[in-house]
């Protein structure tokens, strides 16, 4: 059974960074795309950044140049560096990937902006 566990969520004031980290765990033949979303209560998931088994990365415009997506494709994680936050980017962060072709959801990370 593959399962994500998502790690490196919390309290920061706004300005602060924060590092997620997503740990993949079971039988895994293959990864394919691995990324992070987040989910506000009453909002639409949102696609925050993705990267290719060969480092192509997306990035959601609003983050662009405070986040950093990277992976390790020999500990089969998947990390997000999250610099200068902001209120509104308060959410739960959910780590999704592309394993044994199929997509996986972790149960997310709360991730909290606030003074």
């Known amino acids: 059974q593959v399962q994500l566990v998502e790690s490196g969520g919390g309290l920061v004031q706004p300005g602060g960074s924060l590092r997620l980290t997503c740990t993949t765990s079971g039988n895994i033949s293959g990864i394919g795309i691995m990324g992070w979303y987040r989910q506000i209560p009453g909002n639409q998931r949102e696609l925050v950044a993705t990267?290719?088994?060969?480092?192509?990365?997306y990035l959601l415009e609003s983050v662009r140049g405070r986040f950093t997506i990277s992976r390790d494709n020999v500990k089969n994680t998947v990390t997000l560096q999250m610099n200068s936050l902001q209120p509104e980017e308060a959410a739960v962060y959910l780590c999704?990937?592309?394993?044994?072709?199929?997509?996986?959801w972790g149960q997310g990370t709360q991730v909290t902006v606030s003074s």
């Open positions: 990267v290719s088994p060969s480092n192509h990365v």
């Open positions: 999704n990937a592309f394993i044994n072709q199929r997509w996986y």
